[in-house]
Every structure is written in C-alpha cells, then in structure tokens.
C-alpha cells in the first residue's frame, strides 16, 4: 500500500462511554460507505476490551479529547500492530510454542493487517458459527485474541435433514461448486470424460451378455438364440435406464435443496446460527461477526445478541451504539448501556421510537432482516420461542422436500415410461433392417420436462 493511500485516509470518531470492563470513554471509528470493515471492527473491539495502549494520561479527560479527534489509517493500523507485536512476544514465551511458529503467525497476520484496509476474504462453513476455511487472513483475528463468529449455520431443525448433510460438509465456494455439478448433471451436460465412461460401461456389460457386440449376430447362433439374447440385451438396456434415471432424480433433488438453502437464508443469519452465537459467546465479550461480506463487533448482554453500529451516519447520534440481533426486539437500536433507543427530547425532528429502527440504515450496512410491523408487545411475537418457531419451519422445508421429490420422480416416471414406448414398438421386417454391422437402435428423444432449468449462480 503506498503511504500517500495511508496518509489520506481519515475516520470520524464517535466518543462512546462503556462501562465494561471498566467504565471510560471509548474512541469508536465509524465506518463510511466503503470503509476497511475488517480493520475497523479489530481496533473497536479492542478498544471495548481496553487492550489497545494509549499514550499520556488514563483519565476520562484524555479518553474524551482523543474520543472527539479524527483517527487516520496509518495511526489505527500502527496501534493493532503494537497489540500484535505484545501478543506475539507473550506467545514466544510459552513452553508449548517455538519460535518458528511465532515468527510465522505474527508475518501472516502482519500481511492480512496491510490487506485488510481493502478487505479480508474469508470462506464460511456451514456446520458451526466459528466454522470457517482455513486461511492466513483468520491469523490477524487469532493473534489479536478476538474470536471470529458467523451466523450462517445450516441446522436439522430448521432447514431438514437432508439439507443439513448436503450443506454441512462444505463452504460456501465448495457449495456454489457441487451445485453447479449437480445441475450439470441433471441438465444431461455432464462432461465428455463422464459420457464416454458411461457409453464404455454399456458396451462391456452388453458384451458380457451376448458375447458379441450389441446388434451382431453370433456365428451359429439360432433364431430362438438370437431372440432371446436380444430380449436380454433389451432388459439390460431398461435395467441400466432405470439407473440413470435414478441418478438424474437425485441430482435434480440434492441441487434443488442446496439452492433453496441459499436462497431462504440470503440474509446469511439462521436461527441456527444465532442459537450457536448466543451459547458460545461469553457474557460481556467482544467478538467479530462476519456476515453479509462485512465485518460488525458483536457482544452478549444479559443473554441478548447486539452488533455494533458504525455508520458515519449515526455519528452524531450519541445514544444509537448497538443493534439487537434476534429476539423480539430484533433490528432496533440500543444505547451504550444497552437500554433502548430513545430521541432526545431536544431533538425537534428526532423519530419516535418506534421508527427508529436499524430500517434507517443504508442498505450497505450491517443489520438484521426487518422485524415484524406488528407491535412488540403482541403475545404472538414475544411469547414465541426461537425453538417454537424453527420447529415451524422444519415442518416447512420438509413439505418443500417431499413435494420436490415427488415431482422428480414423476418427471422420471415420464421418461420411463416413453422408453418403454419405444421399446415395446414391433421391429421392422428383416429384408427392411439395416444391414451395417453393429448398427445400434436410436435412444427415444427425451421429454422436455425431465431438463431442469439452469440456475443462476451467486
């Protein structure tokens, strides 16, 4: 990065007070429309955490002044690199740990902290909300002590079983992957290797029955011999037919459920997912939450999920600070005390609170799925337990499921049954066949409805 990029960039800080661990004034820089998001929520948490160190005094007056002060890229990167290099120090003195292993963590995460003012790329996993690939990009978030959440889960409850095994074992790429082999092969696009494979394995096992290939005559071989080696060949055929077509259902089936997964949980937030966050993280500790290519600091408070709101558009709002995550007051805003939202009375064109919700936040933002416009204090909306209603939705997707493999397999049915039309067709005259040597019989033309559509892939 050149160090006129580093010079240039500044970030409008919003002085926040936070009473834990210890109460203080806390410098939180507020993030524009295409600000580093994964920086930003490293140096935030470790602010909240009080683990960034700060020269001069440790009073609220000094808290307070840098609080109101303009925070530049290369500053904010030179302070997490500090906390980085300390950590890295106390790691090398542990008996468990070389130095060859310290010295490789502290370059690989020195690398991602130059990246990460264009952005860290990262690969969920969808079994678990801390699940993800492997890279040298999570080393920034290891070294710097901040656990890396996510809430992209796929779960039994809630998406099905059949989803959940299909879903589980992979990230996302290698889910955008296996949906696009399955819709090849369920399309009959498969690749040339794989339909010569398949042509090769008809031949040998049409061989290993008739002793010849299929439409040659045997030497010696009588009328009846040869009419009962053809009917053999033909069962076989049927036989191998039935096969494909159980292949072609179940490809069609397995990528219909892997799309529908996608495409219901484009919010990238499951029930599932906010159940994991919610045991997993700590009381009172901050983490990182990846969702939505975006990075948010993420906290638990009396057993209630909030992300942090750094927008620069809420720089002057001193009491929007946090956003509740799921629950009945899911995408309303929280002041620094995690108490609701509500104007100032000062504030002549201040919303109510009922309006002012995470509704008003740029598209662009971080922020859960729009709430419900009932009333929060309807008994249906409140009184309705997170399990109550993944169970609801298990009994949905199920009914999805039974329903698309149903008609699967009356689109297999179709072509079984026109195969076998075209079978059962009474021969043509011998003087009337062709003569050429291994001639084989056209396969029927294949109905129109047994092609699934092509997707359109994220």
């Given at each position: ?5 580093v010079?240039d ?12 661990p210890?109460r ?9 429309e ?9 140096v935030n ?20 002044t ?10 904010t990167?030179?302070?997490?690199m500090?906390h980085?290099?300390v ?9 468990d ?6 010295r490789m963590?502290l370059d690989?995460a020195?690398?991602?902290l130059?990246?990460?003012a264009?952005?860290?790329?990262v690969?969920?996993?969808?079994d678990a909300c ?8 999570m ?18 409850v809630?998406?099905g079983?059949?989803?959940?095994r299909?879903c589980s ?7 955008v992957?296996r ?12 690749t ?8 090769g ?6 061989a290993?029955v008739s002793?010849?290939s ?37 490809a069609?089936h ?5 799309e ?9 937030l499951t029930l ?38 750094t927008?620069s ?9 946090w ?7 899911d ?7 995690f ?7 000062e504030?002549?064109g201040?919303?109510?609170p009922?309006?002012?919700?995470a ?5 662009t933002?971080l922020?859960?799925a ?7 204090s309807s ?5 309705k ?7 609801e ?15 699967a397999?009356?689109?297999?049915a179709?072509?079984?049954?026109e ?8 021969a043509?005259?011998?003087s ?11 396969k029927?033309?294949k ?6 559509d ?5």
């Amino acid at each position: 990065m050149a160090a006129s990029a580093v010079d240039d960039a500044w970030f409008a800080v919003k002085a926040v007070e936070t009473t834990h661990p210890v109460r203080r004034v806390v410098a939180l820089r507020c993030q524009n429309e295409n600000g580093p998001c994964p920086l930003l929520a490293v140096v935030n948490a470790l602010e909240f955490k009080s683990e960034l160190g700060r020269a001069g005094d440790e009073n609220d007056a000094s808290d307070a002044t840098r609080a109101s002060t303009p925070a530049s890229l290369r500053e904010t990167m030179s302070r997490v690199m500090e906390h980085m290099l300390v950590r890295a120090e106390a790691m090398a003195k542990r008996e468990d740990v070389d130095e060859e292993t310290v010295r490789m963590t502290l370059d690989d995460a020195t690398a991602t902290l130059e990246r990460s003012a264009k952005g860290v790329d990262v690969n969920v996993r969808f079994d678990a909300c801390e699940s993800f690939e492997y890279t040298k990009e999570m080393t920034m978030f290891d070294l710097c002590g901040l656990r890396l959440v996510h809430g992209w889960v796929v779960g039994e409850v809630e998406h099905g079983a059949e989803t959940a095994r299909l879903c589980s074992s992979v990230g996302y790429n290698g889910l955008v992957e296996r949906l696009i082999d399955l819709r090849t092969t369920a399309s009959g696009e498969g690749t040339r290797e794989g339909r010569e494979e398949g042509n090769g394995e008809t031949r040998t096992l049409e061989a290993s029955v008739s002793g010849a290939s299929a439409g040659e005559a045997r030497e010696g071989e009588t009328s009846g011999e040869r009419e009962e080696r053809e009917l053999l060949e033909r069962a076989m055929r049927l036989s191998m037919e039935d096969s494909r077509d159980a292949k072609l259902a179940r490809a069609m089936h397995e990528a219909d459920l892997i799309e529908t997964f996608l495409n219901d949980t484009a919010s990238q937030l499951t029930l599932t997912g906010l159940a994991q966050i919610r045991e997993r993280i700590q009381e009172r500790e901050y983490a990182v939450l990846f969702r939505n290519n975006h990075f948010s600091v993420i906290t638990k408070v009396d057993g209630e999920l909030y992300a942090l709101v750094t927008d620069s558009g809420y720089q002057d709002e001193p009491d929007v600070v946090w956003e509740v995550l799921g629950g009945a007051r899911d995408g309303t805003f929280a002041n620094s005390e995690f108490r609701p939202f509500e104007p100032r009375a000062e504030g002549a064109g201040a919303a109510s609170p009922t309006t002012q919700t995470a509704s008003a936040l740029p598209d662009t933002f971080l922020r859960a799925a729009p709430s419900t416009t009932e009333p929060a204090s309807s008994p249906t909306s409140d009184e309705k337990s997170d399990y109550a209603v993944a169970l609801e939705l298990q009994a949905q997707f199920e009914e999805e499921e039974r329903l698309a493999l149903r008609a699967a397999e009356r689109r297999v049915a179709e072509r079984r049954a026109e195969a076998r039309a075209a079978q059962s067709q009474p021969a043509p005259p011998a003087s009337s066949r062709p003569t050429t040597r291994g001639a084989r019989k056209p396969k029927p033309k294949k109905s129109s409805s047994s092609v699934a559509d092509s997707c359109a892939i994220m």
